[in-house]
């Protein structure tokens, strides 16, 4: 059975990082593209980052490049997205979501919140 | 910068039928776009209802269908449901860091 097990949310200043786990269970991380959406509170959801089977090459949308990194740990099978220079508006609920091939998005997680605040 | 617009708002009655639509900033809809479809109700992670166009998941209800209808991705419900009532997101690949949500569609069962 597939799950994804968010976790590494919380609150922190401006300039501030953190760290987001996404731990799947019931398939290897690696087989898989995987991507990370957000949301900010009352609003939509917003692509922020993928990595793509087979070629692990790895995108990210124009509000967070230069910022945000994605690693896998292949051992734990979990995926991580490294938030480094947080702003304000990078305030949101963020989910990772398990892709089948090419957007073809199936599994998300429970979602994590990350609140930016002074 | 491409903008993917959904209707913001819908109702329908119990046991009718809707369709809600994704358009593109850049042009007409097509397939190679893969367009998604995922339901998200009040508190709870979105849950993927229509990948690649028309494709259902295995927890994906039969009176849920997807289509490519008019340069525009659609999805629709047919015989709505009361749990139905949920906010509705679109999604469009365009190729390499361009993946685009689309605004949401609220959709009220009345």
């Known amino acids: 059975q597939v799950h994804l097990v968010q976790s590494g949310g919380g609150v922190v200043q401006p300039g501030g990082s953190l760290r987001l786990s996404c731990t799947a269970s019931g398939f290897r991380l690696p087989d898989y593209s995987m991507h990370w959406v957000r949301q900010a509170p009352g609003k939509g959801l917003e692509w922020v980052a993928a990595?793509?089977?087979?070629?692990?090459?790895?995108d990210y949308g124009e509000p967070v490049k230069g910022r945000f990194t994605l690693s896998r740990d292949n051992s734990d099978n979990t995926l991580y997205l490294q938030m480094n220079s947080l702003r304000v508006d990078d305030t949101a609920m963020y989910y990772c979501?398990?892709?089948?091939?090419?957007?073809?998005?199936?599994?998300w997680g429970q979602g994590t919140l990350v609140a930016v605040s002074s | 910068q491409t903008v993917v617009t959904q209707e913001p708002s819908l109702t329908v009655s119990p046991g009718g039928t809707v369709t809600l639509t994704c358009a593109s900033s850049?042009?007409?809809?097509?397939?190679?776009?893969?367009p998604n479809w995922f339901q998200q109700k009040p508190g709870q992670a979105p849950r993927t209802l229509i990948y690649s166009t028309n494709k259902k998941h295995s927890w994906t209800p039969a009176r849920f269908s997807g289509s490519v209808l008019g340069g525009k991705a659609a999805l629709t419900l047919s015989g709505v449901q009361p749990e139905d009532e949920a906010e509705y997101y679109c999604v469009l690949y365009y190729g390499g860091a361009r993946v685009v949500f689309g605004g949401g569609t609220k959709l009220t069962v009345l």
């Open positions: 979501a398990r892709d089948i091939s090419r957007l073809e998005i199936d599994y």
């Open positions: 990595i793509w089977f087979p070629a692990n090459n790895e």
């Open positions: 850049t042009g007409p809809v097509t397939r190679n776009y893969f």
